[in-house]
Every structure is written in structure tokens, then in C-alpha cells.
């Protein structure tokens, strides 16, 4: 059994005239122009610079979390240890093939989709094969490449052996984010979000495109070691003014874990998940990140893996800067169990991963109960024109060598519910469209301004019609004669579109 609280005062709730949350004068004003950069900008394993202490005002903000639930939590962190060490066992066995597939063209079929759904919402990644057929996706990778010979200031990186390029315009992302069977599986896997207000103002029928990179990385690559990590901020899930503006994990907090619903997304629609202005933390509400591969790729072939455990792995990670060992040596039979396992009375501000303005990183040292070597699988194999899409709280990263023998490529295509803030982003993105820069949440710069055979509205329009034009802010929305929350949205929406 987990030993008791460790003793100290029971903090007081913040008032608003608090420090913390009134930090916005520590943080980079909102909306500032990025620096220059690449992909290693977004994370600290990758940039290779030294971790920066979160400021002491952290250990205030994890005091106020738990303040009055303190119990709950070493109760809740007891029966969580105990779930994760089934799953890991479950995972372990079944690898790969704990992650649902299901052909685009079967989405439709009751007796496919039913075991798939349930699959989906439970692990929370998905593969779907065939969403664009594959002669059409092998000719985008050519044409990616012609791009990139025709415009040799292209970045990338890693700068000697190139495998993330700093493209958002080039006429294959184009196509691909607008084409109608990419709009389509959106608007499906979004489908299996629900609100608890019915009044909130979302809508996951009416995708929004989101401008993101393109990976081409060839066999032995091992630069791109990008290890286990959550996108979407990462102090932010613990800051009021962060996750805490909705309280989507409010739950994992109070100490009814179980009772955290990874699926709900009006409690996600006021989050402020890039708090510092960093260079990839994403400030628009992505239920889903995914890509679209264009290679064949398998285990150890610079593919992915992901963690399978979405709502137990989410409450881990955010539960675990409240939890210290007792006996800190990991070699140690009973290091894991609970019983060495104990809740601080003292709150330091670790964060255990966490670094300000880039992505969360998680590993076997900080997070030893997830087992990352066991919980962390690849995707199964996929073909070109196969979506891979996972939930915005999973845990995910990319073989740290890519072992295979041809090149594993994909566009990052993620999914996007509309919403008013949603919409204010995308005014923005379309902006950096017409001038060809960077999209507004990755690394700044001229990026794609002077890049030669860079497309244009029309080429939106001629491969995704109206409905593109929509999804990427180019044309306003038909809102008809209908009313509803739908119709307040797409007349708000309308009208921040200008």
C-alpha cells in the first residue's frame, strides 16, 4: 500500500491576484514572429541544449492542483500502477497488432467499424489504409522532390543528411490537405470526439486544415532520433492559465483518474496550449496529429510508435512530478511498487520532461512505470496512401535508426475540429500562405517565399473546390437558413475570416 501523505500544510486556493496567474509577463507576447529554425528547435533531446530548471512559481501551481484532494491522489496513483502493469502485459503480447486498422473504403461497414471504434477510443491511434490510392501519392513524393531540387534553400534537418524538410506550401502538401478523401477521413475519426455542453461552440463536421511539415528519411538515418513525447505544449498541461483554463485533466487532479474522459472536447476549447511562443508547441486545437505516408514502411524502417495506453499513460504522466521513490535505485526489485512510491509534501517545480515552450519528452529514467521499452510499438506495416492518425494526449516517437532499405516519407496532415479559436489561427496560416512563410506555430523566417512553383489559391481550389477553399480560410462558410450552435459558429467563424 502507498505510504501516507508525507505531512505538510494544506494549501489555500489562488486568487486571482496570484503570481501564478499572473505570470503572463514572464512569458513571450502571444503571436510574436518565430526564429528561424528547424524541427530540433521543438525539442531539448534534439536542439542538444542544456535543460532549463522550470521557475520556482511551478511548485505553487502543482500545490494548488491537488490542494484538498491530496488523499484522492495517492489512492488514484495507487489503482493507476496497478492498471498500467496489466496493460503493459496485454501490450507486451500483442504488439502491433493492438492498433486497429480498417480500409477507407470499408467505413461503411458496420461489422468492420464496430470492433474498430471501440479498438480506436481505447487505444487511441488508428491506422486506415487506402485513403489516397498509391500511384497518386508515389507521383506527390516525386513532385516533393522536384520541389526541393528546385529550391536548394530549402532547410532541413538534420542539415547534412536531410529527413524533416521546413516545407508548409509545396504543391504536394497543397494537394494532399485538400483533397476531398483527406477531408473526409477528418471529419470521420473527429467524429469520435463528443461535447458535454451541447451549447459549445465546435464542430467536427467542418474540418480545418492545418499546415504542418514533410518527412523524407532515407535508410541509416540516425539523426532524426526523436524519442518518446507528447506535442501540444507540455508545462501548459499543469499552468491555470494553460490546460487549466478548460480542465480537460481536471479529474487525473482530483483524484478519480478513471474518471478523465480523453474524449471530450468542450473542456478543451478554452486551453491555451502554447503559453511561450514556442517554436512548434501548436496553438490550434488538433484532435488528432497523423500523416499520410508515402513509402512503404514497417517496425525499424524510420517508422513510428506509439504508446496504446491513452487514458492510463495521459493520467501517468501528469500525476507523476507529485510522486517521489523511496528507495531511488532502479535496479531494485520493488523499486516500481507502490508501496516505494510516495506522495510530496514538499512540491518542488519539476516537471519531469517538461521544458518551456517546447514539446514534452517522456523516458525510462523520469517515467519508469510506463516500461517505454515494452509500451512503446510500431505501427503496423503501411503502404502509400495509408493515414496513420493519433489522439493529441498519446504518447509517440520515431525509430532512432532507420534500418530499412528505401525511404520512409509522410505528410504531417493532423485533424482539426472548427472552433472561434481554431479559426483565429487559420486567418493567420492563410496570411502566411499567400506570403509563403513559415505557418504561424513552427520556426520563422522567409521559408517558402522565394521557393520557385510555390502554389496559389487556385491550385486549392482545383484539387479540393469550395470545401478546400473553406478548410484553409480562402472562402467563407455556407451557413444557410439553419440556426443552432453550428450556425452561431460558422457565422462567428465567417466573420473572423473577414
Not at 12 to 29: D, F, M, V, Y
Not at 41 to 59: I, M, Q, Y
Not at 66 to 88: D, F, K, M, Q, Y
Not at 95 to 114: A, C, M, V
Request: aromatic residues 8%; negative net charge; proline residues 7%.
Amino acid at each position: 500500500m502507498l505510504s501516507a501523505v508525507r505531512s505538510s500544510a494544506r494549501p489555500t486556493g489562488l486568487k486571482l491576484s496570484h503570481p501564478i496567474i499572473r505570470n503572463l509577463a514572464t512569458q513571450t507576447q502571444k503571436h510574436a514572429p518565430k526564429k528561424e529554425g528547424d524541427i530540433s528547435s521543438v525539442f531539448a533531446s534534439l536542439s542538444g541544449a542544456e535543460a532549463v530548471p522550470l521557475p520556482a512559481r511551478f511548485a505553487d501551481i502543482k500545490r494548488s492542483l491537488v490542494a484538498n484532494h491530496e488523499p484522492a491522489v495517492v489512492a488514484s496513483w495507487t489503482r493507476l500502477l496497478s492498471t498500467l502493469r496489466s496493460e503493459i502485459e496485454l501490450i507486451s503480447e500483442a504488439g502491433s497488432d493492438i492498433i486497429p486498422t480498417i480500409e477507407y473504403s470499408e467505413l461503411n461497414n458496420h461489422s468492420r467499424i464496430q470492433p474498430f471504434s471501440k479498438a480506436l477510443s481505447k487505444r487511441g491511434v488508428a491506422v486506415i489504409r487506402g485513403v489516397i490510392p498509391e500511384e497518386e501519392v508515389l507521383q506527390w513524393k516525386a513532385d516533393v522532390r522536384d520541389y526541393v531540387v528546385a529550391n536548394p534553400q530549402t532547410k532541413a534537418f538534420p542539415a547534412d543528411n536531410p529527413a524533416v524538410y521546413e516545407l508548409y506550401w509545396s504543391p504536394t502538401q497543397i494537394k494532399a490537405r485538400a483533397h476531398p478523401n483527406m477531408v473526409d477521413i477528418q471529419r470521420f475519426l473527429m467524429g469520435f470526439w463528443h461535447s458535454d455542453d451541447k451549447n459549445a461552440m465546435i464542430s467536427t463536421e467542418h474540418p480545418l486544415a492545418y499546415a504542418d511539415r514533410v518527412r523524407i528519411r532515407m535508410p541509416g538515418d540516425a539523426g532524426f532520433a526523436l524519442g518518446p513525447h507528447v506535442d501540444g505544449g507540455s508545462a501548459e498541461r499543469w499552468e491555470p492559465n494553460g490546460y487549466g483554463l478548460g480542465g480537460p485533466y481536471n479529474k487525473v487532479f482530483e483524484g478519480a483518474w478513471e474518471g478523465f474522459d480523453p474524449w471530450e472536447s468542450s473542456s478543451r476549447l478554452q486551453v491555451e496550449s502554447d503559453l511561450y511562443n514556442g517554436p512548434g508547441a501548436c496553438s490550434m486545437f488538433r484532435m488528432y496529429q497523423g500523416w499520410l505516408s508515402m513509402s512503404t514502411t514497417g517496425p525499424g524502417e524510420g517508422a513510428l510508435l506509439v504508446n496504446p495506453m491513452l487514458q492510463a499513460a495521459t493520467a501517468y504522466y501528469l500525476l507523476r512530478p507529485f510522486f517521489s521513490p523511496i528507495n531511488a535505485d532502479p535496479s531494485s526489485s520493488s523499486f516500481l511498487d507502490a508501496s516505494n512510491w510516495a506522495f510530496d509534501s514538499e512540491q518542488t517545480p519539476l516537471l519531469q520532461g517538461a521544458t518551456l515552450g517546447m514539446a514534452q519528452e517522456l523516458n525510462n529514467a523520469l517515467h519508469p512505470h510506463l516500461d517505454l521499452e515494452k509500451t512503446m510499438v510500431h505501427v503496423p506495416r503501411v503502404q502509400p496512401g495509408d493515414y496513420v492518425a493519433w489522439h493529441c494526449d498519446t504518447i509517440h516517437a520515431v525509430d532512432k535508426i532507420h534500418n530499412g532499405t528505401s525511404d520512409s516519407s509522410v505528410l504531417y496532415i493532423p485533424a482539426c475540429p472548427m472552433t472561434e479559436a481554431n479559426a483565429r489561427y487559420l486567418v493567420r496560416q492563410r496570411d502566411a500562405f499567400l506570403e509563403g512563410t513559415p505557418a504561424p506555430d513552427f520556426p520563422g523566417g522567409v521559408g517558402e517565399s522565394k521557393h520557385v512553383g510555390r502554389p496559389e489559391t487556385k491550385d486549392v481550389e482545383a484539387v479540393g473546390g469550395m470545401e478546400g477553399l473553406r478548410a484553409f480560410g480562402l472562402a467563407k462558410w455556407d451557413v444557410g437558413p439553419g440556426g443552432g450552435t453550428v450556425g452561431r459558429l460558422l457565422r462567428s467563424v465567417n466573420g473572423i475570416l473577414g
